[in-house]
């Protein structure tokens, strides 16, 4: 596999908590978006982990083609 499946073509918004990791899903292949769940495992596709900083809600990229690592940068509005 080349290019990830694209998910949705909008954000995924996540509460998430000051110090917890997540490991974003770059295949789009996972059944538990946006995080991996192992089914990028032989594609060439590795998680992305990403730390909160603090308490609150982050957008994770859905479209899979953000140049800001786990997080939407808008690159969805151009596919």
Known sequence: ???PII???APMPVNVQAGQTYHW???GQSKSQPFCDG????SGFAPVAYKAEKDG???FCA???SKNGALCDG???KL
């Open 1 to 3: 596999m080349s290019d």
């Open 7 to 9: 998910v949705q073509k």
């Open 25 to 27: 899903c770059s295949c």
């Open 57 to 59: 809600t982050v957008y």
């Open 75 to 77: 690159s969805h509005s």
């Open 63 to 65: 479209c899979k083609h």
């Open 39 to 42: 089914s990028h495992k032989g």
